[in-house]
């Protein structure tokens, strides 16, 4: 939503300014320069992006101008989902959450938190841990090894969108220029004509630069480290999940795992620790029932 807003300021902002400045925008419309400069960047994109990483950016890119999936609610209901698991293991037994893991959309316990269920690596990201632990994978060592490796690679994987878009961004004031060469030389064969007509081409190539920095500092670049917030917001996410499985591991009860848990979210996402408890316990009463 916020990203919407931005375009907006930066586009109203830039047009706005130059309305007051008494500037004709008649001038600004160049398509061949937008054909040069987007064309080109779009030729940069595909020669220097692996198949994948142009998957995951189309797959990223829409998610930067709706709402974050990781707010207080998401989290409060995480913390909830890890507290019946480390009941249910607790109380029954870690080989009782073999058809949990082994089937999250079935399991008694996931089905509960669809919208965990939808967030498909956080979902993998549990269960294939709690896998471990169900085949007599116990070390706390050993757990937090293979999580740290996973949580390495998530973060490794999350960065390459937003630095390839981040790449295509510093090229765009470049790009910006090249259109604006061409533009002189289009200039320079009318060099002998009248001065209106010199002056108009001057300005259409000037247009090349002034297109490819707004497109780079106005939109691009700000997109690239939106998707970088993006990352970390859902790294933090799966960073709660080790925290409580990690905690649950080396013999805390399910409250303080779930604890253990909540200190690492956001302090802006986090909820208190009443709010945590009170949650907690509606779940067990649920349980109970």
Known sequence: MFAIIGVVAVTGCVLGGYAMAHGPFAILFQPAEVVI????????LL?????????????????VFGSSPY??????????????????ARKEGLIALEQEVNNP??????????DFLKNHHAVDFLCDTLKLMVNGVTDTFEIEKAMDAEL?????????SSGVLAKVGDGLPGLGIVAAVLGIVITMQS???????????????????????LMSYGYIQPLSTQLEHMAHEESKFLEAIKAGVISFTGGANPVVAVEFARKVIYSF????????????KQAKNAIAA
């Open 37 to 44: 400069i987007g064309g080109a960047a779009l030729g940069g």
């Open 47 to 63: 020669i220097g992006t692996p198949l994948p990483v142009l998957k995951m950016l189309a797959g990223k890119l829409p998610g």
């Open 71 to 88: 707010n207080k609610t998401a989290y409060l209901k995480m913390l909830c989902m890890l507290y019946e698991v480390f009941g249910k």
């Open 105 to 114: 959309d079935q399991g008694e316990i996931f089905r509960k938190y669809p």
């Open 152 to 160: 390495e690679t998530h973060h490794q994987e999350r960065a390459l």
């Open 191 to 213: 060099i002998d004509g009248p001065v209106e007509e010199i002056g108009h081409h001057v300005a259409a190539a000037l247009v090349g630069t002034f297109l490819g920095i």
């Open 269 to 280: 996402n986090r909820p208190s620790n009443a709010e945590m408890e009170e949650a907690c």
